[in-house]
């Protein structure tokens, strides 16, 4: 039990590096959060600096979620156990790559290098995602690219994105299903709250449209 505590703990310190403060700081001390939408996430980096800015918030970002799960969780810390504890039943090391995933979105959007104050963790799930299965990804994506180009909303493409994973979990049986499922309940209730100033404006009609993925607004003025 000890040696999970670790794990999800370094998860979570790993996930409190995020991205677009950590290329801030290397571009001149840039802080997203006080610009645009406040987020310190890759659509707001990519709306206040632009592209390149914007390509490695996304990939520090997702890599966190990889290193969680394909180096963190898998870590041998010794056939004794961590600290002479003992090591963790095959039972509960089916949930070590979810815990890990989980530990570092959450470390995401609640970093403790940052006052807590991250971004919505929607890349650090593809991250997580793509080192579980890459099926999952794959579902993922293809509810993210549905939804955006038929409403235009980044946000809403990206809650339909994180609820199609245990969706899909749970049609198709995919093993192991138990963690698989609980980490995809469990990170879609979590996207859908940090986008929950998303699904506001949403409902007002002052959310950004995507204009050049959405299907309807090619064309129009930005």
């Known amino acids: 039990m000890i040696e999970i505590v670790f794990k999800a703990l370094a998860s979570y310190l790993v996930g409190s590096l995020v991205g677009s403060l950590l290329v801030g700081r290397?571009?001149?001390?840039?802080?997203?959060?006080?610009?645009?939408?406040?987020?310190?996430?890759?659509?707001?980096?990519?709306?206040?600096?632009?592209?390149?800015?914007?390509?490695?918030?996304?990939?520090?970002?997702?890599a966190k979620g990889v290193l969680a799960v394909r180096v963190i969780a898998p870590m041998s810390l010794g056939s004794a156990g961590f600290m002479g504890s003992p090591p963790p039943t095959e039972s509960l090391r089916s949930w070590l790559p979810v815990i890990c995933g989980a530990a570092a979105i959450l470390g995401h959007v609640y970093p403790i290098w940052y006052g807590f104050r991250g971004g919505k963790g929607v890349a650090t799930l593809v991250g997580v995602l793509l080192g579980l299965d890459w099926a999952l990804?794959?579902?993922?994506?293809?509810?993210?690219?549905?939804?955006?180009?038929?409403?235009?909303?980044?946000?809403?493409?990206?809650?339909?994105?994180?609820?199609a994973v245990p969706l899909f979990v749970l049609a198709t049986g995919l093993q192991p299903q138990a963690p698989l499922l609980t980490f995809g309940i469990a990170a879609a209730v979590?996207?859908?709250?940090?986008?929950?100033?998303?699904?506001?404006?949403?409902?007002?009609?002052?959310?950004?449209?995507?204009?050049?993925?959405?299907?309807?607004?090619?064309?129009?003025?930005s």
Request: charged letters at 15%; glycine letters at 14%.
């Open 26 to 62: 290397l571009r001149g001390g840039v802080d997203i959060r006080t610009l645009g939408s406040g987020n310190a996430g890759g659509t707001n980096a990519l709306r206040t600096q632009g592209k390149v800015f914007a390509f490695w918030v996304m990939l520090i970002d997702i």
């Open 137 to 163: 990804l794959l579902v993922a994506l293809l509810a993210w690219v549905c939804i955006g180009v038929a409403f235009g909303y980044v946000g809403l493409a990206s809650i339909a994105s994180a609820v």
């Open 190 to 221: 979590l996207v859908l709250f940090t986008h929950r100033a998303n699904i506001r404006r949403m409902r007002m009609g002052t959310e950004p449209r995507a204009r050049r993925l959405w299907l309807f607004g090619r064309g129009r003025a």
